[in-house]
């Protein structure tokens, strides 16, 4: 039972680290992706949700280690109700938002930006930086409107130096950024989802070991002997005879 005990806390400990690692990533992909989407969209949206789902991973898988150390039933309880919780929120938010519609709003703003390049330059230059690319589908867009290269399409804004231009459109650079996004936050939310199904899965079966074990220590003393038995009393009747011949 001891060595069943052990293992158990153990695999609890080493999940939740895990867990704990893999929402420290998932707040840093998101604070990372915030600052590249547009406020009041659907990307602003989830980058903020991953980032509070994230916080609150790492927050509770904090208070499931103190449980495994203190092995406290209610402290493990508590904690695999909470982990439920987090299990369920993330399968919905996987579910709800969609990479591929985060990719159509940001190729409209993109195709807007470039609409507008005449006009206001400076959303479509924000994108080149952020992306490192240079016009729609490459950088001689700008010449087919008549306009002149900005800096916004070289390395570091050097315009001096040919070699420094992007060739790639901005197109190109937003669909490749956002597949590897998607690559990068699918393997992440799999992994913690997995992590998380095991966390609760161990951490119920400690908080039913803890049950048993508390249990036993009810009806064990704390010396771990048996209690003593009643000592059986004599009857004298049949000793009438002893007692007449003193």
């Not at 703003?109 to 080149?128: F, I, Y």
């Not at 039913?208 to 249990?215: A, D, E």
């Amino acid at each position: 039972m001891s060595v069943i005990f052990t293992a158990v806390k153990c695999f609890v400990f080493a999940f939740n680290f895990f867990s704990l690692l893999l929402g420290i990533c998932i707040v840093c992909l998101n604070i990372f992706g915030l600052e590249f989407a547009v406020r009041n969209t659907d990307e602003h949206t989830y980058c903020i949700v991953g980032i509070i789902l994230g916080s609150f991973v790492c927050m509770s898988t904090l208070f499931g280690c103190y449980g495994v150390i203190c092995e406290s039933l209610g402290v493990n309880v508590i904690y695999s109700f909470f982990m439920l919780m987090l299990l369920c929120t993330q399968l919905l938010q996987m579910q709800t938002y969609k990479h591929q519609k985060f990719f159509i709003n940001a190729l409209d703003l993109l195709e807007d930006a470039w609409d507008d390049v005449d006009v206001d330059p400076n959303a479509m230059q924000s994108v080149e930086i952020n992306y490192h690319c240079c016009g729609l589908y490459n950088a001689n867009d700008y010449k087919y409107r008549r306009m002149e290269t900005p800096a916004s399409c070289y390395r570091y804004q050097n315009a001096t130096l040919e070699s420094n231009l992007f060739s790639r459109g901005c197109v190109e650079a937003l669909e490749t950024s956002y597949h590897k996004t998607m690559e990068r936050e699918n393997i992440f939310n799999w992994s913690l989802l997995i992590c998380e199904c095991a966390v609760f899965l161990y951490s119920c079966i400690l908080s039913i070991l803890l049950f048993k074990r508390t249990q036993s220590r009810d009806h064990t003393p704390e010396d771990g002997h048996l209690p003593a038995q009643p000592v059986q009393r004599i009857n004298h009747c049949n000793s009438r005879t002893h007692l007449l011949s003193n």
